[in-house]
């Protein structure tokens, strides 16, 4: 992936995964250290509210679509709720007007695990709202020589394993 070819191979993608399940790490054992002062209905509140209003409506409507297009606003809304600049915003403000507290690391813990635990990124407007597997990418990875043919059956990281990506042979 670079400036100008703004896709991930799988490899990229499981190494961008990697760095935000880090990040999972890190939240988590400050998290843990701090147990005790942690305002957990605060944490649960925080937690559920960037779902609330930037998944569960997409997820609604492309159920309700039976998987056909829905408007572009649900997409708007997931991306900039799972946006780190909205969610900084939202501690700044917080920090600002009731004060730090532990809770708060609660928002980053929700960012990294969406990105690390479960691949989830920024929602490609021409894409579908759900993860559907798409021919186009498929015929990509081909054309790159990328084996996609694997345990996985074709599908994810561990398919192309074996084999180094060709830009990053010889490297």
Known sequence: MDQL????????????????????????????????????W?????????????????????????????AKG????YNVMHSFITQGTVILVWCLTIGPEWALLIIPFHLFGDRGLFGNFMKPLALPFEPVAQPAYQK???????????????????????KPEPALAGR
Do not use: C
């Open 42 to 70: 605060v944490a649960i509140g925080l937690f559920f509210y960037i779902d609330l209003i930037g998944y569960l409506p997409g997820a609604i409507a492309f159920k309700k679509a039976n998987g056909g297009p829905i």
């Open 140 to 162: 990509m990875l081909d054309e790159l020589g990328i084996d996609q043919k694997g345990p996985e059956g074709g599908h994810g990281p561990a398919a192309e394993a074996e």
């Open 74 to 77: 649900y997409y708007v809304l």
């Open 5 to 40: 070819n703004p896709y991930e191979t799988p490899n990229t993608f499981k190494a961008h995964r990697a760095e935000y399940l880090f990040g999972v790490v890190v939240v988590t054992g400050l998290m843990v250290w701090n147990i005790s002062e942690i305002r957990w």
